[in-house]
């Protein structure tokens, strides 16, 4: 059913539709919409789940651990400082291989304390052991839920999923999105039964000590695991396309990159801007694209080679930095490009704490890539 809703509710409305037995949470903007929502669902009866209110992200996080642990389905949903306050048990979720699923609303971290969008906390955690997916639009948003709990619960993989929403704008931004029906949900997502769990009737343990001659092999596992996962997403995809009838998520999207001579690589719904603007300079004559990733982590780094390898002029567009050094995306970009002559990559950073990126600010960087090389350009600094 066609509904015309902001990406929180349409988030909300995918969780509920996967039906999990424990949901735990803490309010923050922006991501309190998604949990008010789910927490309605439960106080009617639409949603046959325990809401469990804590105290601080940090708990809410360990609930969904607990929760998961004992064979339930759990979903829980954070933004910037509460993302970073739960990161103790983010990268604890992963370590013990625990299919959590969770929203992050994108938010800018602080100092200063600015509660608008860019990816700088997501992107903090790019390194925890969980698989990001990173939404350009709320129907992407939405369908990326229910290809999360496939994937987490894939007994392949057993591994935490995080839907990255950019805050406010998509978050609050107003979209029609398709809500499916139940049955199709029921088709394509199987119910949650994990051969390995807690139970009082077959005591066992996780999260154990690992001292040095098992912990290398221990995260071996899991850093292949999550490697893994770019072989399940496309066949994840092309299941959902078959069942729902849409093309939604995958690895990366490629756009009107056949014959370009410049191309942006960005992540997130400023890649609706960005393909607007290739549509405007297209006409105008210029051979410009776009590649976006959808799937950030694991890297897709051979289908990023690909589709890129007839492009020569790269500029990176990062909405986060690591300070320091350069946009996290840029910097795994130019790594895969590597030894690779004939390329330039050039990394440009915008939108930092919900400044705007406009069709002239990516005009600005397609501009700029005709230019000398750059790894770190900060977009639209004032004087």
């Known amino acids: 059913m066609k509904d015309f809703i902001e990406g929180s509710e349409a988030v ?17 903007t922006p991501q309190t919409h998604i949990v008010e929502g789910l927490a309605q669902m439960v106080a009617d009866g639409r949603l046959k789940s325990q809401f469990v209110n804590v105290e ?15 064979g339930q389905r759990v979903f829980t949903a954070s933004s910037s400082q509460g993302l970073i306050l ?7 979720i992963a370590g013990m291989r625990m299919p959590v699923v969770m929203a992050c609303v994108n938010r800018a971290l602080s100092a200063p304390i600015n509660i608008w969008n860019d990816l700088q906390d997501s992107m903090a955690l790019r390194d925890s ?4 997916f990173y939404a350009e639009n709320n129907q992407e948003a939405a369908d990326l839920i229910f290809q999360a709990y496939r994937l987490a619960e894939d007994p392949r993989a057993l ?15 107003l979209e029609v999105v398709d809500i499916p029906e139940e ?21 066992k343990s996780f999260g154990l000590l690992a ?20 072989t399940l997403i496309p066949d994840i995809t092309a299941d959902f396309k078959r069942i729902f009838g849409r093309n939604s998520g995958g690895l990366v999207e490629s756009y009107r990159l056949e014959d370009a001579e410049m191309a942006i690589v960005s992540a997130g719904s400023v890649c609706g801007t960005i393909k607007d603007t290739v549509d405007v300079l297209r006409a105008e004559g210029k051979k410009v694209g776009l590649l976006r990733i959808i799937t950030y982590r694991p890297f897709p780094e051979e ?59 990516i005009k600005e960087i397609f501009k700029q890539l005709a230019g000398p090389e750059v790894s770190d350009q900060f977009i639209g600094l004032k004087n």
């Not at 739960?86 to 604890?92: G, L």
């Not at 049955?183 to 005591?203: H, I, M």
């Open 303 to 361: 289908l990023i080679l690909q589709a890129l390898a007839k492009v020569p002029m790269i500029a990176v567009l990062d909405k986060a930095v690591s300070l320091g050094a350069s946009g996290p995306i840029y910097a795994d970009l130019k790594a895969a490009f590597q030894g690779k002559p004939g390329k330039k990559i050039s990394g440009y950073i915008a939108g930092l704490g919900g400044r705007d990126i406009t069709p002239d600010t």
């Open 12 to 28: 909300a409305r995918a969780v509920c539709l996967c039906k999990p037995g424990v949901i735990s949470a803490y309010p923050i």
């Open 86 to 92: 739960m990161s103790e048990v983010i990268f604890n």
């Open 211 to 230: 001292g040095p001659d098992y912990y290398l092999e221990i995260r071996h596992d899991l850093h292949q695991t999550v490697k893994d996962a770019l």
């Open 129 to 132: 052991g969980w698989v990001q």
């Open 183 to 203: 049955d199709k949900v029921t088709q394509f997502l199987p119910p949650f039964n994990p051969s390995e769990k807690l139970d009082t009737a077959n005591p």
């Open 56 to 70: 601080s992200e940090h708990s809410a996080a360990s609930v969904v651990l607990g929760a998961v642990a004992v």
């Open 159 to 173: 591994i935490p999923v995080m839907v990255c929403l950019d805050g406010y704008i998509l978050s609050h931004g």
